[in-house]
Every structure is written in C-alpha cells, then in structure tokens.
C-alpha cells in the first residue's frame, strides 16, 4: 500500500486542521490505519487509529480535541484536529498496518507509511 498525508500548516492554538491520507495499490477496507507523530527530538508516537473493521483509538494528550475516520470507498483516512495546542507541533505520518491486522499502538506493526506532513501550532 503506499500512502500520501496532506492537509498540515500553520494555524493557531485552538484552531482546526483536517489531515488526509490517501491509500493506494491494496485494499484499504481490509488494513488497519493509523496517524503518528514526531515532534523535533522525540520519538515517533501514535496519535489515533482506526482498525479495519471501525475500532478506533486515541491517545489520551487527543482524546475529545481529535477524531480519526476512513472513508473506504475512497481509499482515505481522515485526522480532524480541533482545538489544538502548541504541543500538538510535529510531523504527522499516516501508516497502515496489514490485511485484517489488529489495532495496535506500535509503530513496529505497521509497514507502510506516508511522507508526513507538518503541523505547526503557533502560540
């Protein structure tokens, strides 16, 4: 599967950002997504996922600011980003784990990923 994120910028704190992943060469209804992180100087970390069959997770620093959807008529992933914080700052990254493959939190179970795409929160 190869994946392409858009839709990061500069906004505000308290502001919204809507990021996109789009999916290609698999079926994406079948693969578990996921949206990561990395601020500068830190190590890469899950933000929300969505598993195959619509489970979804968030990391607690998101919970009720961030929602993760997919639209598999679509190939595309969604991480709609409200209210956010100059700690949200980083690259985001989009990833997709295998065909069926449980919801996970480790980066180490997914195997493709986006370019990422850079969310800056000014203060």
């Known amino acids: 599967v190869q994946l392409q994120a858009s839709g990061g910028g500069l906004v505000q704190a308290g502001g919204s950002l809507r990021l996109s992943c789009a999916a290609s060469?698999?079926?994406?209804?079948?693969?578990?997504a996921a949206w990561f992180r990395q601020a500068p100087g830190k190590e890469r970390d899950i933000v929300a996922a969505v598993s195959w069959i619509a489970t979804t997770y968030y990391a607690d620093s998101v919970k009720g600011r961030f929602t993760i959807s997919r639209d598999n008529a679509k190939n595309m992933v969604y991480l709609q980003m409200n209210s956010l914080k100059p700690e949200d700052t980083a690259v985001y990254y989009c990833?997709?784990?295998?065909?069926?493959?449980?919801?996970?939190?480790?980066?180490?179970?997914?195997?493709?990923w986006g370019q990422g795409t850079l969310v800056t929160v000014s203060s």
């Open positions: 060469g698999g079926t994406f209804s079948l693969y578990t």
């Open positions: 990833a997709t784990a295998g065909r069926r493959a449980r919801l996970s939190t480790n980066s180490y179970d997914y195997g493709s």
